[in-house]
């Protein structure tokens, strides 16, 4: 299982960006996929999620109405648009998924909910200046 995230670059405050996680090995039919975010000193936090069967989604509350996220079952890719960012959406951006994992309450997801995924992306870079 591979997932291969990218997307990711410097934009101004109120710009956007779209995220790729080009999946191999697995179907988007049968796993939920997550996007997440880490900070420079923070710990890696859920950001948006879609689910495999019915392609419900989840969002944290600092990115509700700015991102959305949506997936193309014929390429394997979700993806991630990302709208009016800010600068304290700055982070490394990962994809990922594991078997069993559910979307749901993304944001809440602990830290042992994250040690528990084994397939990540390797993260893409999105800075946004001030």
């Known amino acids: 299982v591979q997932l291969q995230a990218s997307g990711g670059g410097l934009v101004q405050t109120g710009g956007s960006l779209r995220l790729s996680c080009t999946v191999s090995g697995l179907l988007l039919d049968h796993y939920d996929i997550g996007w997440f975010r880490q900070a420079p000193g923070k710990e890696r936090e859920g950001v948006s999620c879609?689910?495999?069967?019915?392609?419900?989604?989840d969002y944290a509350d600092s990115v509700k109405g700015r991102f959305t996220i949506s997936r193309d079952t014929a390429k394997n890719t979700v993806y991630l648009q990302m709208n009016s960012l800010k600068p304290e959406d700055t982070a490394v951006y990962y994809c990922a998924t594991e078997i069993g994992w559910e979307c749901s309450e993304i944001a809440k997801k602990s830290a042992d909910d994250l040690r528990n995924i084994r397939y990540w992306g390797q993260g893409t870079q999105v800075t946004v200046s001030s």
């Open positions: 879609i689910s495999s069967s019915d392609g419900r989604t």
